[in-house]
């Protein structure tokens, strides 16, 4: 029985104030919810102030971040490393979303390199796929994502994805307010699953495959009850304690 994970990605969204704001909200709308793993990924520079608040809020928040290198320390200006976001207590880190594979440039390798560095330092990576607009109308969905999701497992054997997150986050669907209908999605999330099974039934059945992709508390009954859904990457409604606790608590009850 897969667990589902509701993960929220705040981007470049912060401050001292709505850090403490939005943790303190979620910490008392999660009161009392069971059945999912809630985690937040604030920016870097918030990660202090979010594992303290998570702590006073009794600890029932994962703690992630959006992004690491590939070394822990050395000549790197501007990066983040494994071993720092550890030592914030930061355990799921979003990999390859569509917006650094864009705006930085980064490919389907470097995305492979980070999930196993991710991995060789103890840490959960949440690998983002998704294909684009134009992809998706040429009807190239899943060999963008097979491909994608091949730079691991090629590299690094289809075990890698065991403990591990794979986001399916449609790009046309990010922060547009045009979710995938919970048809489509399934539709993908099944055969995501079933590229995986080609090279192992066991891995496949247990990973968790999250959706992304305008999610919100008014459509995330219907995605939640899709069987290949196991969760979402949210992004927008992330930014608001009572409607990202929602999207959770929506998970819950349809995987109770
Ligand atoms: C995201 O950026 O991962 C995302 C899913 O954003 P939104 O929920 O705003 O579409």
Redesign the pocket.
């Known amino acids: 029985m897969r667990r589902p994970v509701v993960m929220g990605?705040w981007?470049l969204n912060g401050s001292k104030t709505m850090v403490t704001e939005l943790l303190t909200g979620l910490n008392a709308e999660l009161e009392g919810v069971a059945g999912v793993d809630v985690a937040v990924a604030p920016p870097a520079l918030y990660l202090d102030l979010a594992e303290r608040l998570i702590k006073e809020g009794g600890n029932k928040i994962i703690l992630g971040a959006q992004n690491t290198d590939v070394n822990n320390s050395g000549a790197f200006t501007g990066d983040v490393s494994p071993q720092m976001l550890k030592d914030f207590g930061a355990t799921h880190i979003?990999i390859g979303?569509?917006?650094r594979r864009e705006y930085h440039h980064e490919s389907d390798e470097f995305v492979a390199q980070k999930f196993a560095f991710l991995k060789e330092n103890g840490l959960t990576p949440v690998l983002?796929i998704g294909e684009s607009e134009a992809q998706n109308e040429a009807g190239e969905t899943l060999a963008v994502c097979a491909r994608q999701l091949d730079a691991v497992i090629k590299t690094q054997g289809v075990e890698a994805l065991n403990d591990a997150i794979i986001?399916y986050?449609p790009i046309w669907?990010?922060?547009?307010?045009k979710?995938a209908t919970a048809e489509q999605a399934q539709s993908i999330h099944a055969s995501i699953r079933a590229h995986i099974a080609k090279e192992s039934e066991a891995v496949a059945k247990n990973v968790i495959i999250q959706y992304?992709?305008?999610?919100?508390a008014e459509n995330a009954a219907e995605l939640f009850a899709q069987p290949d859904i196991d969760g979402?990457?949210?992004?927008?409604?992330?930014l608001d304690a009572k409607g990202f606790a929602a999207i959770a608590k929506a998970a819950a009850a349809a995987k109770a």
Not at 212 to 216: F, H, L, R, T
Not at 232 to 238: E, K
């Open positions: 990605n981007k979003i979303h569509s917006e983002c986001a986050e669907a990010i922060g547009t307010g979710a992304g992709g305008s999610v919100k979402a990457l949210v992004g927008g409604a992330a």
